[in-house]
């Protein structure tokens, strides 16, 4: 499966920006789950899935100083594109997080 990061129509990709302003440690654990999902798809381990609405779903991930979100859309049955990232604050995903990754999931398909 292919991972992408969405970019902004300014050229921007917020997700590689949050993950380059993380420790060595945490940017490692990041990037081997992405690479597991590349190579395993959504059987990849080390992290779990789950639905939050709609077409936007999450990828839990641990990493050695806490954990991390990444929501994210399926393009394709081959393509994954992660809209936003953030660090795990509490159960829920906050509202302002997922106000993200929705405005971007439009600029996605429009």
């Not at 936007?56 to 594109?81: D, H, N, Q």
């Amino acid at each position: 499966m292919k991972v992408s990061f969405y970019t902004s129509l300014s050229g921007r990709c917020y997700v590689e920006d949050f993950i380059d302003a993380l420790s060595r440690n945490d940017q490692a654990a990041i990037l081997a789950v992405l690479k597991d999902v590349e190579t395993y798809g959504l059987s990849a381990v080390g992290c779990q899935f789950r639905q939050i609405e709609g077409k936007i779903w999450e990828i839990k991930i641990k990493a050695p100083t806490g954990g991390y979100r990444i929501f994210y859309v399926l393009i394709s049955s081959s393509e994954m594109m992660c809209l936003h990232a953030y660090k795990k604050q509490g159960q829920k995903a906050p509202k302002r997080e997922l106000e993200v990754a929705r405005k971007r999931l439009k600029e996605v398909f429009s």
